[in-house]
């Protein structure tokens, strides 16, 4: 294909996102429902008839009775060690999305209650716990892609749905989903595609040839780290990728030795999976080592959640060629009016804006509420049925459930760290030349697997 | 062949290396003179970190922070001696190890609980952050500060232990605490002051370190491994010999980093096993 051709093809893609974004906002939107002005008429004292403008939420009656009152949820994520205050962002967009139902009429007139559990506390024990003794109806979160894989394959036995929100595996929708066909598991959040196969479409028009990575030593940075060079050497063979780096995580302070190491490799661009601390402490200490002077890019995808921007403030590098960091949803983005009112009720309730997480468990329990609304029950073969294929707005903007693999299909932004810093419960460095890459560019699909606009 | 890079390497090692120092010296003095293996050595250097981070937001001054921070931390260890392993010194030496390790535990939640679960840093000095060139490459001044520390460290404790009075009285103790009381040297002032050094020179350690790679609860579970291993293969007790051996397991570490990647994790275990096998006593342990 041209320039030019893909260009087109480009608009097309953007076409087709919007008549979807324009479909969904006539169905499911992710808002509370509308307040409405109505006009009631009373008898006033002395037989005197006043007319008075109240508001009044206004429901619609509720299509179908649920067998029971409460409907509860089962959120697991990481409760300690060093991930528990990265999960918090995650469980305090959950309890906002617990309480603007219940506020509003719960589900189908039955009430929400939310029950967190500690992934790292064995994560099947704490699965099986909700089910038998809480008896939730459903589970979601989990962000360590192991805790992911482990909890899958025994959703069938449960008997449960299993809305994953955080872990990126991609393992969990082509092998669990796809290939052993377990219903059970949807996921919302866009997996490794992200990481590895959206970074090297920015890659590929940088003046880089000499790549490195220092990714975290377990499955999440391997993945990455392989998608990033088999797709950058598709779509630019010039390249050539110099050093490969890993560092145990979690737990390491220290990224000196894998530092000097890729310089002394050559390496011109920097590639690192690290998130959270590990990420901002390996930029603090490349700027402070003076690396970043002599690299001319660096790409970190989840560079730019938020504990990352707001632990780095105005400190966050700048690279000659960009620092290149990015987030599966980042609070700026899209500029729609869902994704302002998420963020502004984010910010009120809790003093910092949502970290990309914050989407996931926010949009979970709405997704929740969407496949009973549609099922009209809870019967777990009609909600596997509604979710297939359902389109969602949410503050990320539009989801469509891929009906195959129960991957939600939605679009993820990147950009470089601009000049501007701003500040919202703490110093943010803000981002410029944002790129945001339609998911046809980077998603991989079932049934082979491929990347619609890489492997033709 | 260009040996920059492996030049550079090996000052990164060396950086490496003295941190590792830094709790190893004060395992190796401790055990030496206590016959007590102190599991807490590295949350202490942890704590030191901690520390300065505080009397950094107090005095807003870097290098205030760090004697204040290794005066401190080599209090709290001598208040443990004091209270939690002195009425045990008589019994087997597996309590003592164990009190120990409840005291790594004890500071490491308290830690969690007075600075939270985030990891805490101090800003690096822009002094330290000036880079001058060696070997073609550019190095900060911070990372020549921790290496001649380490050695300066070394040095300050040879001379305290060979030549001054206390150290005769150290070394006595260390050699045979029985004899060392009939001749009236009060071993368990020793016990305690040695206890106060070994802890405080972690302390100032963990100041040092903070300033570039921040402290975080659990982060002593993880380096205590390293300074472990380093005194099995100095041989428990012997200063020059873990001194010697930091550098070894730093700088090879660092090394392997560039040109075998795959195993650098693996490699202090190897490095330890292949010298258990050699020298069961450590490369510089007697008997």
């Given amino acids: 294909m041209t320039n030019e051709g893909r260009r087109s093809a480009l608009k097309l893609i953007g076409a087709g996102i919007v008549g979807l974004a324009i479909g969904a906002a006539g169905g499911l939107t992710l808002a509370p429902e509308k307040v409405r002005e109505i006009t009631v008429t009373q008898t006033g004292p002395g037989g005197a008839t006043v007319t008075v403008t109240e508001t009044k939420t206004i429901r619609e009656a509720p299509a179908a009775r649920l067998p029971k009152d409460t409907i509860k949820i089962g959120l697991l994520l990481p409760k300690t060690g060093v991930w528990a205050p990265y999960a918090k962002y995650g469980e305090e967009a959950a309890i906002m999305a617990v309480e603007e139902i219940n506020d509003t009429g719960g589900i189908l007139g039955a009430k929400v209650q939310l029950i967190v559990r500690d992934e790292l506390a064995d994560v099947v024990k704490q699965a099986r716990e909700l089910v038998e003794a809480e008896k939730v109806d459903f589970i979601t979160g989990v962000i360590s892609s192991g805790n992911a894989m482990r909890l899958g394959p025994i959703m069938p036995e449960l008997n449960r749905l299993f809305i994953l929100a955080g872990a990126a595996t991609h393992r969990a929708t082509e092998e669990l989903v796809y290939k052993q066909g377990i219903?059970?598991?949807?996921?919302?959040?866009?997996?490794?595609?992200?990481?590895?196969?959206?970074?090297?479409?920015?890659?590929?028009?940088?003046?880089?040839?000499?790549?490195?990575?220092?990714?975290?030593?377990?499955?999440?940075?391997?993945?990455?780290?392989?998608?990033?060079?088999?797709?950058?050497?598709?779509?630019?063979?010039?390249v050539e990728f110099v050093a490969e780096q890993w560092f145990p995580s979690p737990g390491t302070t220290d990224f000196s030795k894998y530092l000097s190491a890729v310089d002394a490799a050559g390496a011109e661009g920097l590639f690192t999976t690290a998130w959270a601390d590990e990420a901002a402490g390996l930029h603090r200490q490349a700027a402070e080592l003076g690396y970043y002077k002599k690299f001319k890019a660096a790409i970190n995808p989840m560079g730019y959640t938020a504990?990352?921007?707001?632990?780095?403030?105005?400190?966050?590098?700048?690279?000659?060629?960009?620092?290149?960091?990015?987030?599966?949803?980042?609070?700026?983005?899209?500029?729609?009016?869902?994704n302002k009112r998420f963020v502004d009720a984010?910010?009120?309730?809790?003093?910092?804006?949502?970290?990309?997480?914050?989407?996931?468990?926010?949009?979970?329990?709405?997704?929740?509420?969407?496949?009973i609304e549609k099922a009209g029950s809870l019967d777990l073969d009609a909600l596997i049925e509604a979710l297939e294929g359902m389109v969602i707005m949410s503050p990320v903007g539009v989801r469509w459930i891929r009906p195959e693999d129960h991957q939600a299909v939605h679009e993820s932004i990147i950009g470089r760290t601009s000049d501007e810093v701003i500040n919202i419960g703490g110093e943010i460095r803000m981002l410029t030349d944002i790129k945001a890459v339609p998911p046809l560019f980077y998603y991989r699909s079932p049934p082979d697997w491929k990347v619609p606009m890489i492997d033709r | 062949m260009d040996l920059s890079p492996i030049l550079n390497q090996i000052i990164t090692g060396l950086y490496r290396a003295s941190i590792y120092w830094l709790i190893a010296s004060g395992l190796t003095l401790i055990f030496g003179v206590l016959r007590v293996v102190n599991f807490a050595q590295a949350t202490l250097l942890v704590l030191g970190g901690y520390m300065a981070f505080t009397f950094y937001a107090i005095t807003g001054n870097f290098w205030?922070?760090?004697?204040?921070?290794?005066?401190?931390?080599?209090?709290?260890?001598?208040?443990?001696?004091?209270?939690?392993?002195?009425?045990?010194?008589?019994?087997?030496?597996?309590?003592?190890?164990?009190?120990?390790?409840?005291?790594?535990?004890?500071?490491?939640?308290?830690a969690k609980l007075t600075w939270g679960k985030l990891p805490v840093l101090v800003p690096l000095p822009d002094i330290l952050k000036i880079s001058v060139e060696i070997f073609g490459r550019s190095l900060i001044l911070y990372v020549i500060l921790i290496i001649v520390t380490g050695l300066a460290v070394y040095i300050a404790m040879a001379l305290l232990i060979n030549n001054t009075m206390w150290g005769l009285r150290v070394r006595a103790t260390w050699r045979r605490p029985e004899i060392a009381e009939s001749l009236r040297i009060n071993t368990s002032t020793i016990y305690s002051s040695v206890f106060f050094l070994g802890c405080a020179i972690s302390g100032m350690g963990g100041a040092l370190m903070v300033a570039f790679s921040p402290v975080a609860p659990g982060l002593g579970d993880f380096l205590i491994v390293s300074a472990f291993i380093v005194t099995v293969i100095a041989g428990m007790g012997n200063l020059l010999g873990a001194y010697i051996a930091s550098i070894i397991i730093g700088v090879s570490e660092s090394l392997f980093t560039l040109y075998l990647p795959e195993i650098d994790l693996l490699l202090i275990y190897l490095i330890m096993a292949i010298s258990l096998l050699l020298r069961p006593q450590g490369i510089f342990g007697e008997r």
């Fill in chain 1, 183 to 238: 219903k059970h598991i949807f996921r919302l959040n866009v997996p490794v595609y992200y990481e590895g196969i959206l970074t090297a479409w920015i890659a590929k028009d940088l003046p880089v040839k000499r790549w490195a990575g220092i990714n975290p030593d377990y499955e999440y940075g391997r993945v990455s780290w392989d998608l990033f060079k088999t797709y950058l050497k598709k779509l630019r063979p010039d």
């Fill in chain 1, 307 to 338: 504990p990352v921007f707001y632990a780095l403030g105005r400190g966050y590098p700048q690279l000659v060629n960009g620092m290149w960091v990015g987030a599966r949803y980042i609070w700026f983005y899209p500029p729609t009016s869902i």
């Fill in chain 1, 346 to 371: 984010y910010v009120k309730r809790w003093g910092r804006v949502p970290a990309y997480n914050s989407e996931y468990a926010y949009t979970s329990i709405y997704v929740i509420k969407a496949a």
């Fill in chain 2, 64 to 110: 205030i922070s760090i004697p204040l921070s290794a005066i401190s931390v080599g209090l709290i260890g001598l208040l443990s001696e004091r209270l939690l392993l002195k009425p045990i010194y008589k019994v087997e030496a597996t309590y003592q190890l164990l009190m120990t390790f409840a005291i790594a535990l004890i500071i490491n939640d308290l």
